[in-house]
């Protein structure tokens, strides 16, 4: 039960100005007649909870508001009859809707309506009723997924990473027990990078590991893939020389959602890996400059992967802004950035050109502060998972013959693995 019903456990409805409340030695009741007019311009629970229609809105327009604890709720009836979840709309064994959207009269208003301490009841034109629970609508509507953090997430720079000493998996216990997978997954979540150590320094031992919590996506670079300085393929990458920070595949639309990275063998020196986590350095622009945040998140860019190697020929260009942000709360869940593979720019209007470059300064800045920058050495086995959606990676120059593998991994698979151990993802 909300804290914010107290000793009273039930609502009474007033039908406009002209109805009496009363009745029922304080149980809820049910007034029939014009759902309309039912909930009258101000329908106030004697639980502290009310539901009323905003006068100055046209008659054709009125919604309900429905206020619940802290929250006040605006909501339309064809929503609430489209979410029903009786037996007859929804079916609870598989989790899919029943009842056909387009079936629903769009003018559709209730008969009848009440509230108890817990519960909303409408009575619909044709008699069926449908039930929500207070919270569930809370929870779900719009205004309380405002309040909702879709990914809770810890954002670090290269200190307050250390100072929480992240641990790392043991190899065995990630792959053959539920607490250790669950521990790596948690750990990956909050900070977007996480290692398992004592693994095997081979392909095929990184290949199982990979597995253990998603399917790999295959790409253009193939499925597994070995990684040295042979340049067998057309990318800044297949060399010594160093790398700055970015994020992968920013050519794909969808862009791969994790990588792993283990080093199989180093003969020589260098080569450390740069780790940079993104939406720290986004959420510094954000304080410090929001304008400079709302336009990288609103101007749509092209980046293009073009390679004419051997026998390899790829023509890749995906879209987006670099920094993508879900509309209804802002959070930010995937930055885009790759000056390597960035395009022309020639989406942005001159009149907004000269302004994305001095957001996107911003945002490198950032991303290029000396206390933001994670350096590790990867040794062989240790194995690297990156969210590739926030962390960026680079490498400093080396020497030497260096060879890493890894691969992809699609990033549906690896939050649904973690939502089956009990994790927010």
Same mark, same amino acid.
């Given at each position: ?10 609502? $009474? ?97 209730? &008969? ?18 449908? =039930? ?30 250390? &100072? ?47 597995? =253990? ?39 794909? &639309?969808?862009? $791969? ?26 959420? &510094?622009?954000? =304080? ?116 890493? $593998?890894? $691969? ?18």
């Amino acid at each position: 039960m909300c804290e914010s019903f107290r000793a009273a456990r039930s609502a $009474c409805w007033e039908q406009g100005a002209a109805a009496a409340a009363g009745g029922g030695g304080g149980r809820s009741r049910e007034e029939p007649g014009a759902a309309a007019e039912t909930l009258g311009n101000s329908i106030r629970s004697a639980s502290q909870a009310s539901l009323h229609h905003p006068p100055a809105q046209p008659r054709a327009r009125r919604a309900p508001e429905l206020t619940y604890g802290n929250t006040l709720m605006r909501l339309d009836f064809v929503w609430l009859r489209d979410h029903c979840r009786s037996a007859s709309c929804y079916n609870a064994k598989t989790n899919q809707r029943s009842l056909d959207t387009a079936s629903v009269d769009l003018a559709i208003r209730p &008969q009848a309506v009440r509230v108890d301490e817990s519960t909303l009841f409408l009575t619909w034109p044709d008699g069926h009723v449908t =039930r929500y629970g207070l919270e569930w609508l809370v929870k779900n509507s719009y205004e309380g997924q405002k309040k909702q953090v879709m990914h809770p997430r810890i954002l670090w720079n290269a200190e307050i990473y250390r &100072q929480a000493q992240v641990p790392s998996v043991d190899c065995r216990s990630f792959l053959e027990t539920d607490e250790g997978l669950k521990e790596f997954l948690q750990n990956f979540l909050l900070y977007g990078i996480a290692f398992v150590e004592n693994v095997a320094p081979t392909k095929e031992d990184t290949e199982i590991l990979a597995e =253990r919590i998603s399917i790999i996506r295959e790409t253009i670079y193939g499925r597994m893939w070995y990684f040295t300085s042979d340049f067998s393929r057309g990318d800044t990458a297949y060399t010594k020389l160093a790398l700055d920070r970015h994020t992968d595949t920013t050519y794909f &639309q969808e862009p $791969c959602g994790i990588q792993v990275f283990h080093c199989l063998k180093h003969e020589g020196t260098g080569g450390r890996t740069l780790l940079v986590d993104g939406f720290h350095a986004a959420e &510094q622009v954000l =304080r410090r400059a929001p304008e400079h945040f709302e336009l990288l998140s609103r101007v749509p860019l092209k980046h293009e992967y073009v390679e004419n190697v051997g026998g390899c020929h790829n023509h890749m260009i995906g879209v987006g802004p670099v920094l993508n942000v879900y509309p209804w709360n802002n959070e930010l869940y995937l930055i885009r950035y790759n000056n390597y593979d960035r395009a022309v720019i020639n989406t942005v209007p001159h009149d907004v050109v000269r302004r994305w470059y001095h957001a996107h300064r911003a945002l490198t800045t950032e991303l290029r502060r000396p206390e933001n920058e994670l350096w590790v050495k990867l040794k062989p086995g240790k194995a690297l998972f990156v969210d590739n959606w926030r962390v960026l990676h680079g490498r400093e120059a080396f020497t030497g013959y260096r060879q890493l $593998c890894g $691969c992809y991994l699609t990033r549906d698979d690896v939050l649904n693995t973690a939502r089956l151990l009990g994790l927010q993802a």
